[in-house]
């Protein structure tokens, strides 16, 4: 079992929908979770940090922690064209030196 | 945000040359960077932690002879992928935890190798 599960897609959806994107993970140990966005290309750019459970908002964006359930979400509203991306959720433990740990990316794509 | 950069972005060598990437952490102080390999449409896979002023921890299957790194200060740390071959051919890209601000990771802009 992977450390950190996540459905590669492709996600097609669109314009204006909301997605929902997820992953899942086994390590309890987690404290830090990370949603990135990476362009074809390009390297990882952040979207969203979460330390613990609960919710954070930015602007479309929306992540969500749930530690007892393992599973952490990344809701976009009003989705656009240019969200179209592959989106990493990502998480580390202080007590493994700032490890990041990647799923294994959401190939969304947003439809004009 | 905190920037971190690479250099090159692409490099393109003959097989059996040694390709020099550098990362920088341009406005924070980092004694830890990672380096990661990712390959087209997969996810990032680390290969090795480097630590300013002591040797890189590496990841297991990393070759540590063949992908030496160095992290002379607390801004830069260089991987070398020497006597290159194809199947290095990939994407690499390093990060830096910001550890005065939010432990996030900052991810270079990425270099893509490419060898002949």
């Known amino acids: 079992q992977k450390e950190v599960e996540q459905d590669p897609g492709p996600l097609s959806v669109p314009e204006g929908a909301i997605v929902s994107l997820n992953c899942t993970y086994s390590n309890s140990a987690f404290q830090y979770f990370m949603w990135y966005r990476q362009y074809s290309r390009k390297g990882p750019e952040l979207l969203m940090y979460t330390y613990s459970s609960g919710n954070k908002e930015d602007g479309r964006f929306t992540a969500q922690v749930d530690k007892s359930s393992k599973y952490i979400s990344l809701f976009i509203r009003d989705s656009q064209p240019s969200d179209s991306a592959t989106y990493l959720c990502?998480?580390?433990?202080?007590?493994?030196?700032?490890?990041?740990?990647f799923g294994a990316g959401t190939r969304l794509f947003v439809k004009a | 945000g905190a920037v971190v950069s690479q250099h090159p972005s692409w490099v393109i060598c003959k097989s059996g040359t040694s390709v020099k990437i550098e990362c920088r952490s341009l406005d924070f102080q980092a004694t830890t960077m990672f380096w990661y390999r990712q390959f087209p449409k997969q996810s990032l896979m680390l290969m090795a932690t480097?630590?300013?002023?002591?040797?890189?921890?590496?990841e297991q299957g990393v070759e540590k002879d063949k992908f030496l790194i160095n992290h002379a200060s607390l801004t830069l740390s260089t991987l070398t992928v020497t006597s290159a071959h194809p199947e290095d051919s990939s994407f690499y890209i390093c990060?830096?935890?910001?550890?005065?601000?939010?432990?996030?990771?900052?991810f270079g802009p990425g270099t893509r190798l490419t060898v002949l």
């Open positions: 480097s630590n300013e002023g002591s040797k890189a921890t590496y």
């Open positions: 990060s830096a935890p910001d550890k005065t601000s939010t432990d996030t990771q900052y």
């Open positions: 990502a998480m580390s433990a202080r007590t493994g030196g700032f490890k990041t740990i």
